[in-house]
C-alpha cells in the first residue's frame, strides 16, 4: 500500500532561480491628460516601475496598460507572470471583471502580487482582501515618513530605519484592510495621520504586498529608497508554487467505521 | 481648536445588552427532496439551527431561505440582522450576486457571519476570504473528532477537550483559506485526515466564523456539543459596532509644510 | 466505550457574569520622589488608574506596590485576581523573578493581563513576549495622537476616531515585540514618530494588552479616554476559562497499529 | 538636515548568498545509554541531522552537545552561527540559564533558530514562547501522517501533500503555544489525535520553526521527506539581519510644541 500521495506539491514548485517575469500593470490615463503627471512620468507610471524592477537580477519585466486589449493581461500574459504590480487610480471601474478574477485566479495558484497607492481601491486587491480597504485622503503637499516596523522583513533589506518623501499625498488611518499577515512599515504626515504603508498577507498560494506611495503628480517611483522596496518586494512575493484550485472526492487513507 | 473627531465610531457603538437578532439562512433544498435528510430534517436544517441559536438569552432568531424572494435577505432584513447564519451546498450558484455583495456589505459594517459546512464554498464566504477555500472531501460514513486547540477561545467554552460525531462526511486540508487568526478546532477522520473546523477571521468591522461538521444526511445539528458551539459562535461573532463604509477627503490635523 | 472526554475545560469556565477582581500594581516610587509627579498622583499611579477601573460594573479592584511583601502579590492575592494591570519604570529589576514567574503562570493559566508605559520592559511583559520590546524614546513634552486602527475592537468602543494627550513622553517605531494578534492604536507624535501604542496578544489561556501613555509627570491617567481604553481592556482580558499546565500522558482513543 | 537617519539597518544586513552556518545542538544522552537509540543513531542524533542539513549548497555544519564546556554554544559560536537546531529531551533543566540567554540574544538579534521533538519543553523554545508549550503524549508505537496545510510555504518545498511515518511517539493537542505567524503541518495519529506539527514565529529578528517528529528510538531523522523539511527550514529561517538591542534616546526629527 503506497503511504504517500503523488508529489502534487512538488510537482508545481516553482524553481527559486530561474528568471522573475514581472508584469507592471498601469491605469495610464493621468499621465496622457495632466502635465503634472507627465512631467514626472514622461513614458507612463509604468515606465519608472519597470525601470526600479529591471534591477533585480535575472528579472524580465514586462508592461501593460487599461487601454490595451483585455487591459494586456490575456491569459497568456498572466501564465507568463510571476509577479503583477498594480497601479490603478481613477478607472478602476473601466478594468473588466472578467481580467480581474483571471488575475485573482492566478494569484490564488502562486502568482505574487504587488498593489500600489490608490490600487488599495483596485478591484483585484479588493477582491482579494474581500473587504472595502478604505482609507482617508488629503490631496495637498504633505511630507511622508515611512518607518521600518519590521528590520528583519525581506521587503526592508538595505533600508535605513526611516526614510522620508518630501511631498506626497496622505492617506490616513482607519484603512479598512484584513490584519495583515506583516506590518513591514508605518507612515507618519506632517498633517497628523499615521498609515499602514506596507503590509503583507497571504491568499491561496500567492504572496500580496500592499504599498501605500506613490501619488502621480509626485516623483515618489524616481526615489531611490521607494525603489529599492519595489524590488525587494518583486522578490519576496516571488511564486514558489503553481497548484492549480482542486476539491478532490478521495479515497480514505485508513479504514472507515464499519457502517451501521 | 477642537482636538478630536466627533465620535463617529462611538455613534456606531452597538449595545452589546440589546436583543441578539439572528438570521439563519439555509439553502433549504436537499430536505425537500432526499429522504435521509428530510428524515433527520423535517423542517429543514434551518429550523434545527434555529432551535440550538434560541438557547441564546436574547436571541431572537428567523430563518430565510433560498426559495424565498431575494432568499429572504432583503436590505430590511439584513439591516434587522446582528448575526447571519448560513448553510449552502448544492446551489451556491443560484443565490444572486446583488444579495451576496449586501451581506457583505453589511459583514464590513459590523454583522457577524457564520459559515456552516459546505458553505466553505458559498459566493458569501468566498468573497469575504478573496480566495477559494477548497478542500478535500468523501461522502461517506466516517467518525470526526474535534480537538479544542484554543479552550480559552469564547467558542470553545463549556466543551470537553475534544468531542465525536459518529457519522460524518470528511473534509481534509489543505484547506485554502487565508491563515485564520485563530483556529479554535482541529478534526480528526478516521480516514486519516485531519481539517481546520473550527476558525475565525475580521473582515472589516464584522467577525466571521467557520465551522466545518453538519452534512445533510447525519443529525450533527441535534448534537449538544454542536448546539453549544452554535450558540457560542453567535454570541462571539455579534457586532460591536456599525460603521458604514467611508473613504473621507480629510483636512489636516496640524500645519502641513509650506509649499514649494 | 465513552466518547468524549471529561469536560476538563469546562470545569475551568470562568463565569463572565462573575464580579471583576482586579490588581493593579504599580512600582510607586516615583509619586514619593518626584515632586512633578507627586502633584499629579498625589495617591500614587495605582490610585488613579483604581480609580478609572472601579467605573467597571462588578468591578473589584486592589492595588499593590514593589514595596509591599512579595511585592504585593502572593499567591493568595494572584489566585483571586481575574486581571494584572502594572505600571512600572524604574525599578524593573528589583522585581523578583519569583513572582515574575508566579505571575506569567496565572497568565498562562488565564488572567488577564495589561501592561502600561514603560512595563514594556517589566520582566514580566517581556517573559510572556520572549522578547526584548524595545523601542525609541525621548523625555521631552511632546503632543501624542492616538488613531483608532480596529473600530470594532471591544477595547476602542465608545471612543472617537483619535484622541489627543497634550504632553506626553514619545515612544518610537521600532518596538520590538512579536507580531501581535491585533493592533488596536497607532500613535503620531509631533516629533516625527510613530508607534504601535495598543496592541493584544494570547499566551497560554491569558489575553494580554499593551498600552503605551502613562508618563508619570503627565496627567494622562486622568484623560477620560485614557479611563475609557482602561476599562475597555480590563473588560477584554477578563479570563474565560482557568485551566492548570499540564503535559498527560495519555492512552489512545483508537486501536494503535500492531507493533512491529 | 539629514532627512533619514544613517542606514542602521541595511549595516546590519546579512547577504543570503554567504555561506550558512548551522550548529546542530543535541543533547546526546539517550544515543550514550539506551540501545534502541544508539542502534539508529550510533553517532548521535547531530550526526544524523548535520547530514541531512549538509545537503543545503553552502551549508557550513557543526554540532555542539549538552556536556561540552558551556554545551558548546561559547559566545563564539553563537556569533558564528547562522542557524542553530535544537533536539533535547531527557535533560531540559540541565541547561544553564546563561547559556539559554545568551542563545535568545541570538535569536533576537537574527539567528533562526529550529526546535525539533521534546525541544517544546526546552528552556530556549519556552523562553522564546513566553508560554509552557505543553501537550498530551504517548510513548507507544503510532503512525504519524504529516498534512502539508500550506504548500507554497518555503519549508514544504517538494513535499507531496501529506507523507507519513510508520513509527513516532504520539504529541497530541492542545499544545499551548502562541498562535503560530504560520501553520505549516499538521499531523494525524492513529490513536485518535492530532498535532500542529510544524509552525512558525518571529521573535525580534529571528525567524522560528517548530518540527514534531523525532523520538530517539526511531529511524525519524533518516527519513527522506523529514530530511528535506530540515533542509527547507534551515534555509527559510536564515537572518536577514544582525541588529543588537537598543532602547536609544533620540532627537525630534520635527519641532516639538512649544512647552507650558
Known amino acids: 500500500m503506497p503511504t504517500t500521495t503523488p508529489p502534487a506539491a512538488a510537482a508545481a514548485v516553482v524553481a527559486q532561480t530561474a528568471p522573475l517575469r514581472i508584469t507592471v500593470w498601469n491605469e495610464y490615463r493621468h499621465e496622457k491628460t495632466d502635465p503634472a503627471a507627465a512631467a514626472i512620468y514622461p513614458h507612463g507610471i509604468h515606465a519608472a516601475l519597470a525601470d526600479a524592477l529591471a534591477q533585480i537580477p535575472a528579472a524580465v519585466v514586462r508592461t501593460a496598460t487599461l487601454d490595451e486589449p483585455e487591459h494586456g493581461l490575456t491569459q497568456d ?12 487610480h481613477a478607472a478602476h471601474r473601466e478594468v473588466a471583471d472578467a ?109 500580496i504586498f500592499y504599498f501605500r506611495p506613490g501619488h502621480e503628480t509626485y516623483p515618489t517611483y524616481h526615489d531611490a529608497n521607494v525603489r529599492r522596496v519595489l524590488a525587494n518586494a518583486a522578490q519576496w512575493v516571488r511564486p514558489t508554487v503553481r497548484i492549480p484550485d482542486a476539491a478532490p472526492n478521495t479515497p480514505p487513507l485508513e479504514p472507515l467505521p464499519l457502517s451501521a
Open 77 to 88: 500574459v498572466l501564465d507568463a507572470t510571476d509577479v503583477l504590480v498594480w497601479w490603478g
Open 99 to 207: 481580467v480581474v478574477l483571471r488575475a485573482q485566479k492566478r494569484v490564488l495558484e502562486g502568482m505574487g502580487f504587488i498593489a500600489l497607492h490608490s490600487a488599495h481601491h483596485s478591484k483585484l486587491f479588493k477582491t482579494l482582501m474581500g473587504a472595502n480597504c478604505s482609507l482617508k485622503w488629503r490631496e495637498a503637499n504633505d511630507k511622508e515618513r515611512l518607518w521600518v516596523v519590521n528590520p528583519a522583513h525581506p521587503i526592508a533589506a538595505g533600508l535605513p530605519e526611516h526614510f522620508e518623501l518630501e511631498r506626497e499625498e496622505m492617506y490616513g488611518e482607519p484603512f479598512t484592510i484584513p490584519e495583515p499577515d506583516n506590518v513591514v512599515f508605518i507612515s507618519w504626515f506632517t498633517g497628523g495621520e499615521v498609515f499602514r504603508s506596507g503590509a503583507t498577507w497571504q491568499r491561496g498560494n500567492g504572496r
